[in-house]
């Protein structure tokens, strides 16, 4: 704990700098006051201090000041919170320790991500901007009978800007900064019918260049283009009766992840991940000529119907429509050879439909109970080419000998792989004529296919005990009709690789039989595998393997599941200022029927059924709020017990989802805002996650992205221009422990060969972490007197800290992993005018 000690300290200076100059300044009672900030997460308007759980959420003034535009900003400032954005069509949200990045179309999702109440938490479409929002609110621990299936152990409801009826707004936002950084906003709000009808339209843009260079030319890598635009028209036709039709258009067009070799050091490079990298941009012929990039959109059409039937009911409706479309090319060995390129091509489709009715009346009893349909339509397609000269060379053990060498050229791999050949049992010439038959190009892919229906039934009640007692319940039953699919094929023909090792180890086994005295047996198989290296050497009919993924017609399996999750919450007021809270709930993660191809040639298609995994969630918290309403607290204390908790693990060059059995996880969070006076607020979170597998091979793993300790501070200082307007300076720290980025923690132990036939092929290095580091924001901003328009200069990571973002990928499964970076320091200025 002393690093964290001396983080703390380091943190609490920076507000310092903040707090000294001020003294000297008397209080201005002109300031703005503290926004307050009302949620909906239980279904009806409340204080966030009423809500009996873990829930923490910011205004649109928070957002704002803090520059807040992606989710892994927001995640920056919200404790137990983690969002990892290797790309906007991969990214990873994680909820105290909890990850869903998962882009499998029959995988389901473990953190439920809303936009105004629809869910958007398939991983491939989750990933939007932020803008024009009128708040985020963010719901830890299982919330089942609040957020959804998803929300196994937390959501996020993105609640964004409605129209206002009642008047004209207008707002301008424009900055720039370097890496050819841009961003735009722009928005109006209209009403057609006065306090009946309006519009509002907003839309932004973002731009930045990469921060990766590719010595093999095209962009920098990690850049970023994305446009993004809504519609809102509201109708409000009586006080009892509120509409709101609701479009949003959103597309990405980045520069490619920077997917850095930390086997193969670049020539002319260095192996370090915050050097440049050497990626192959495209090959005409795999995947007709795209270069390495995401080309996503997301569309999404929303409509909330909300009748009041009269002082005690409510009835809502929230129909939902969500479409993804997602390509991304990329380089998943990171290096200059050639030995892959990968492609995904993934689509979705979404309709879903909630009824729900709210009551509330003068009596004990206030709540909420409905019923929701979602029916999705899920399709991923991974396609690659391979080098099978490469290939072999790489399987063999041979080309990696030592954790980092100098890229190997063709001549190298060659006589690498012709000596591997020749280790097998080939003569020299058979040797040669088999590594020289290898094909230069070989394409296969797989395609993996969900359908679902889903229907849930729930309802939350609390009991008003007393006037400062409350006690909440709450229930959801879920009905899943589920298929999968998956159909992988061979885009030109059998690969050379596949049959060669096929007939390899049919050689080896056959010989192995015969010495063991079952003749007839093993000579079958020694001619067997004769007759494909026949064939390979002649031109001849060869068997139809692949070379990391084995063909299969289309397989499909269908299933019904249900289930039950659910809470229990007690609350006591002791007064309007302080309160405490403790519950049980039960998170559930839905079964999933997953289908996998085969990898490596004798592999086959596996199919099965993964049970629901289940978390049971003890929580104790409360709400304070001191020193003449200056400091405001809230905190909790919790643990957590995992069933049947699912993870990947490579087998014997298949990939397989494995059952990691039971894991726990106690933890701690608080968060604090302190305004000592008008022109100055501070706050600060700190999270505590032990999350733990207990039992099985992963024993006393830490879970993946989930650093034990997590800390954010800052604050705003605001001095007055005697009438001329107003300066905000506001300095900003955040700052997390040791990081894993897979859940067998690089463990050497857990790193066996992948293949049993090269015992040198395997990771030889422990490196898939990220050390405790910490980052500094700070934003200085010009407001006018009227605060109708603004000036800032910011500075992001402004001491350009080095840190990963990512490691192992793809390319660990091929014991060659790779590194991404994180973003360096980025500077520049944003000019803002509203109406």
């Known amino acids: ?46 204080a966030i201090e009423k809500v009996p759980t873990s829930i923490f959420a910011l205004g649109s003034e928070k957002l704002n000041r803090l520059g807040i535009t992606k989710f892994d900003q927001l995640a920056a400032f919200t404790p137990g919170i983690r969002v990892q954005e290797q790309s906007a069509n991969n990214s990873g949200f994680v909820v105290r320790g909890i990850t869903t990045d998962s882009g499998a179309a029959f995988d389901e999702p473990r953190v439920a991500i809303f936009q105004d109440g629809v869910s958007a938490s398939r991983n491939r479409g989750a990933y939007t901007e932020l803008y024009d929002l009128e708040r985020v609110e963010i719901v830890k621990g299982p919330q089942a009978t609040l957020f959804g299936r998803a929300a196994m152990i937390g959501g996020i409801n993105v609640i964004q800007h409605k129209a206002d009826v009642t008047g004209i707004h207008a707002g301008l936002e424009l900055g720039g900064g370097e890496d050819n950084y841009f961003r735009a906003l722009g928005m109006v709000n209209m009403p057609i019918i006065e306090d009946k009808v309006a519009i509002r339209i907003a839309g932004t843009m973002r731009q930045r260049d990469g921060w990766t260079d590719n010595t093999l030319g095209g962009d920098k ?19 009892t009766l509120k509409m709101d039709f609701i479009y949003n258009y959103h597309h990405d067009k980045n520069s490619g992840t920077a997917f850095k070799s930390g086997t193969f050091i670049p020539d002319g490079g ?62 998943p060995d990171g290096s200059a050879i050639n030995l892959m390129q990968g492609a995904e091509d993934a689509h979705g489709k979404q309709y879903s439909q909630e009824l729900r009715i709210t009551f509330k009346d003068k009596g004990p009893i206030e709540g909420f109970a409905g019923v929701s349909y979602i029916n999705e339509d899920n399709s991923t397609r991974f396609a690659s080419q391979m080098d099978e000269h ?25 006589a690498i792989g012709i000596g591997f050949l020749q280790a097998a049992g080939f003569s020299t010439p058979y040797a040669t004529a088999l590594y020289n038959s290898m094909k230069t190009e070989h394409r296969e892919q797989y395609v993996n296919y969900s359908q679902s229906s889903s229907y849930d039934f729930f309802a939350d009640a609390t009991w008003h005990v007393t006037d400062k007692w409350d006690v909440t319940g709450g229930l959801r039953y879920t009905m899943d009709n589920k298929k999968s699919g998956l159909q992988a094929d061979l885009l030109n023909g059998p690969s050379r690789l596949g049959n060669l090792l096929v007939a390899s180890t049919l050689i080896s086994n056959g010989t192995a039989l015969v010495n063991a005295g079952q003749t007839a047996t093993g000579m079958a198989y020694i001619n067997q595998g004769q007759a494909l290296v026949t064939a390979l050497l002649t031109g001849g009919q060869l068997a139809n393997y692949g070379a990391l993924t084995q063909p299969t017609a289309l397989v499909q399996k269908k299933d019904n599941f249900d289930g039950f999750a659910g809470r229990i919450v007690t609350r006591y007021e002791f007064d309007k200022n302080a309160s405490v809270w403790a519950s049980y709930a039960r998170g559930r993660r839905p079964e999933v029927i997953s289908i996998n191809a085969g990898n490596l040639p004798g592999t086959s298609v596996n199919i099965s059924e993964l049970p629901a995994e289940t978390v049971d969630s003890f929580e104790i918290g409360g709400n304070l709020r001191t020193m003449g309403g200056k400091l405001k607290l809230n905190g909790s204390v919790y643990y957590y017990k995992y069933e049947n908790f699912q993870t990947q693990s490579y087998s014997n060059g298949q990939l397989v989802t494995i059952n990691a059995g039971k894991a726990n996880a106690p933890g701690a969070e608080i968060a604090a805002e302190l305004r000592p006076m008008d022109n100055l ?61 897979s859940d067998d923690n690089d463990r050497r132990d857990l790193q066996p060969p992948l293949l049993a036939t090269a015992p040198l092929l395997r990771d030889r290095a422990v490196d898939e972490y990220q050390d405790a580091y910490g980052l500094v924001n700070l934003s200085a901003k010009y407001q006018s007197e009227s605060a109708l328009w603004s000036v800032e200069v910011f500075a992001n990571n402004l001491t350009d800290k080095e840190y990963l973002l990512d490691a192992g990928n793809i390319g660990d499964s091929l014991t060659i992993p790779t590194f991404i970076r994180g973003a360096p320091r980025l500077v520049g200025v944003n000019f803002a005018l509203k109406y």
């Open 270 to 331: 260095t192996i370090s991940p915050y050097s440049p990298a050497a990626l192959n941009r495209s090959y005409a012929n795999f995947e007709n000529g795209k270069e390495i990039g995401l080309d996503r959109t997301v569309n999404t059409f929303t409509f909330i119907a909300e009748k009041k039937l009269n002082e005690n009911f409510t009835l809502t409706s929230i129909t939902g429509y969500r479409d993804f479309e997602a390509f991304e090319a990329f380089d």
């Open 221 to 239: 890598l990690q850049g970023a283009k994305v446009n993004a635009m809504r519609g809102v028209l509201s109708v409000r036709p009586d006080d």
């Open 390 to 414: 490469y290939l072999t060379a790489l399987l063999s053990g041979y080309l990696i000998t030592t954790p980092t060498r100098s890229t190997p050229s063709a001549a190298e791999a060659q």
């Open 681 to 741: 607020e501070m706050f600060a979170t700190y999270a505590y996650n032990h999350a733990r597998f207990d039992g099985g091979a992963y024993d006393g793993n830490q879970f993946r992205l989930s650093p034990d300790n997590a800390v954010s501070v800052g604050g705003t200082w605001t001095i007055p221009l005697n009438g001329m307007g107003r300066i905000m300076i506001t300095p900003t720290y955040t700052w997390q422990s040791k990081t894993f980025f």
């Open 1 to 46: 704990m002393s690093n964290l000690k001396a983080h703390l300290i380091a943190s609490t200076a920076i507000i310092g700098l903040a707090i000294i100059p001020q003294i000297s300044f008397a209080q201005d009672t002109t300031q703005a006051k503290e926004e307050v900030v009302i949620v909906t997460a239980q279904k009806r308007s409340q």
